[in-house]
């Protein structure tokens, strides 16, 4: 079954920088888009970007645009989510997923989620 596992979270100061990453295991991993999302308490989970199958494209959010950055390694099975510039509305818990189908920014359209990892940035 497919599994996926989040790290990398912490606490941090505005400015600064964080690295998530997203270790996948069963299924093909690079035949399948990938997608980070995050949730701040009481809101609702909201997309944060995805990246390609091969990784040669990447989708963002307009709140994070210019500041994360997707990539993924497939010889790994491993998805990361670099997080530059990083400011307090920034703070949830922030989880990959895998597609499987529909608008690629609706949590709706992704099947197997990982358990998160929170993220903190405080002012």
């Known amino acids: 079954q497919v599994q996926l596992v989040e790290s990398g979270g912490g606490l941090v100061q505005a400015g600064g920088s964080l690295r998530l990453s997203c270790a996948a295991s069963g299924g093909t991993f690079s035949r399948y888009f990938m997608g980070w999302f995050r949730q701040a308490p009481g809101k609702e989970r909201e997309f944060v970007g995805r990246i390609f199958p091969l990784g040669g494209s990447t989708d963002y959010a307009d709140s994070v645009k210019g500041r994360f950055t997707i990539s993924r390694d497939n010889a790994k099975n491993t998805v990361y989510l670099q997080m530059n510039s990083l400011k307090p509305e920034d703070t949830g818990v922030y989880y990959c997923?895998?597609?499987?189908?529909?608008?690629?920014?609706?949590?709706?359209?992704?099947?197997?989620w990982g358990q998160g990892t929170q993220v903190t940035v405080s002012s």
């Open positions: 997923a895998r597609f499987v189908g529909s608008v690629y920014s609706a949590p709706t359209s992704y099947g197997y």
